[in-house]
């Protein structure tokens, strides 16, 4: 089969493999820009992977004062779990937390519950209430319920509940392979920018890239996934590397959405600039990880992105 070009950089014509996952979005709000964004940065810290952090969260976009329902500034965040009990149980720690302790904020449901893909909704500012003694009080504003809990520098305005997004999927992803670290990251960092401008979808490892890629499994009895070893440049001379010569290291961008459409509009757009810009930086070649298609069942097939955005 003859290889994939764009942008005169190879295209290994192979799919990501992405799953199904329970997601919401969440509007913060406060006085300032400013902490606004450090509430949104601490609730979605420690958030790369449902695998060690219960959660993969991050910022989708930072909303001006006449697109949030008080005001004032906002960001938007999106949070996602591999259900809705768990992704429950993250919202209300990861709020009551960051948010609530965090000076001026305020929560708003981020998805509109007229929404044709509002699933169930999670209780949300009806279980934080009980940190304010049976001092909250209940208030209804445009036919939604939320609730005004007492804290130090006046009341933390929260809705009493948000909903969960049907159709969500994590695990959207590019590999993208080179010659040396400083080039092939800023690849990476132009993937990311990219991918980024779409709306409903994270990038939730470090500034969106990832070097630990993993496969399932490990020789370690007990481990769910270890170092995808195929990828390592240390490991090229073993059996079973997938890098050629020329390749001294691999980085990964993760992207999880609201939508299978929102993840493969953003591999898209993340695809093309990383081609055009990998030109110049050394780049080899962008593949995607995937398990044999046994696991996940949304199937993002890199053939399918090659041509430009409708």
Sequence with gaps: MPDLILHGIRVEDTFAEAFDMAATALVLTAETPEWAMIAATTMTGFATSVIGCGAEA?????????????????????????????????????????????????VFAGVAWDDPNVAKALKLGGAIRYFGDGFATAKRVAGRRYWRTPVMDGEFLCEHSVPTV?????????????????????????????????????????????????????????MMASTNDAYCPTLKGRAGSALPPEVDVVLEIVIDGLSAGSVSAAMRAALHASTKAGVDLGLVAVTAGNYGGNLGRHHFHLRDLLGEAA
């Excluded at 259900?83 to 948010?99: F, T, Y």
């Design 58 to 106: 991050g910022i989708d976009a930072v909303l001006s004062p006449d697109e949030t329902p008080d005001g004032r500034p906002g960001v938007r965040v999106l949070l996602f779990g591999f259900d809705a009990g768990s992704l429950k149980d993250q919202l209300l720690r990861r709020v009551g937390q960051c948010v609530l302790t965090s000076p001026g904020s305020a």
């Design 166 to 222: 049907q159709g969500a999927v994590g695990g959207g992803n590019l590999l993208f392979l080179g010659r040396r670290f400083g080039d092939t990251l800023r690849v990476a960092e132009i993937a990311v920018a990219a991918a980024r401008t779409v709306p409903d979808v994270i990038l939730p490892f470090p500034g969106g890239v990832v070097r630990s890629g993993s496969k399932v499994g490990a020789r370690t009895k007990g």
